[in-house]
């Protein structure tokens, strides 16, 4: 349901047809309305163990009530993960109560664990620690993903099996003296092979091979001090450490559909409302990183200049 009618809007914005927009309007909500009602005599587990693909994720308690619903599309996936794990603060839930429909997600072969706040690094931080062999794919809490979602990363992974593949993306821009503009001033866009000036955004979902990154990427102290709200600019950071390139799988930038009913919330807002926090974290992270740094320089030439 939720890829066929995303594609029908894909494939209007490949062909430029004027309506496009409004079809992603109309079909978000048909989705929003009908996919949680479509659900509710759906008992089917979830997950191939025999898989090596863990789906790893966050919330937080302005969002615990409705994560059940991006919970139920990744359950209902063609290829089926070997886990789906939702790490949750135990600051943020002391009690460590969560709503119904989450405990009953749980027979379907949802895992929830409690861990330290580590903002939006609890998304992959402890999965990969403990599962350095997998396959993780990172994805949002307010996102309808299609039924195809995991299926078209591990066709790309296949193609691109050292490459960090996602869904969204920025590129790294830089000035004419070659030197990388403010993290504001990059867009939103794509390039034709897997390169070090993709930024992949996580929320379409991201597959991180085992390999990815080393073992600075589990470094709290700089976390804390250097991307505490910004994920994507750390991770983007250490996968320039480890010499790892990224791909966007899509032909045309185009998000999924979202969860209308929770939009009122969230860290992008916090980080938007405070214009400067990616610019000060990413320059933080390459006056750290230096070596990340040269790479970027090193591949100057080959982008658009501004």
């Known amino acids: ?76 996936q063609k290829t089926k993960p070997k886990k789906i794990l939702l790490w949750l603060a135990e600051n ?23 861990c330290d706040d580590l903002k939006p690094h609890k998304k992959y931080y402890y999965t990969m620690m403990q599962n350095p062999q997998d396959i993780v794919i990172t994805v949002d809490d307010d996102i309808f993903y299609p039924e195809n979602f995991i299926t078209n990363l591990a066709i790309s992974h296949k193609k691109y099996p050292d490459c960090v593949i996602c869904n969204w993306s920025s590129i790294i821009a830089f000035n ?20 070090h000036l993709l930024l992949p955004i996580g929320c379409c979902g991201i597959l991180y091979p085992p390999g990815t990154f080393n073992k600075e990427v589990f470094n709290k102290r700089n976390i804390y001090e250097l991307a505490y709200y910004t994920d994507d600019l750390w991770l983007k950071c ?56 040269e790479i970027l320089q090193s591949c100057s030439k080959s982008t658009i200049f501004l």
């Open 1 to 76: 349901m939720i890829s066929y009618l995303y594609e029908i809007v894909l494939n209007m914005k490949i062909k430029n047809q004027i309506a496009w927009k409004l079809f992603y309007k109309i079909n978000k909500v048909i989705i929003n309305i009908f996919y949680p009602i479509s659900q509710i005599y759906n008992h089917s587990y979830g997950l191939d163990l025999e898989s090596d693909i863990i789906i790893s994720m966050t919330s937080f308690p302005d969002r615990i009530h409705a994560v059940w619903i991006t919970i139920l599309s990744l359950l209902n």
């Open 92 to 114: 943020q839930f002391p009690d460590k109560k969560i709503p119904k429909k989450l405990e009953y997600l749980k027979k379907r072969g949802l895992e929830i664990q409690f």
């Open 176 to 195: 004419q003296r070659g030197i990388y503009q403010k993290k504001s001033d990059w867009k939103i866009g794509n390039l034709e092979e897997p390169s």
């Open 238 to 293: 250490m996968e320039l450490l480890n010499g790892t390139k990224a791909f966007n799988q899509n032909p045309v930038q185009l998000i999924y559909f979202n969860n209308i009913r929770i939009q009122h919330s969230g860290l992008w807002k916090k980080n938007c409302g405070e214009a400067g926090r990616d610019n000060i974290n990413w320059e933080k992270l390459m006056n750290e990183y230096t070596k990340a740094r």
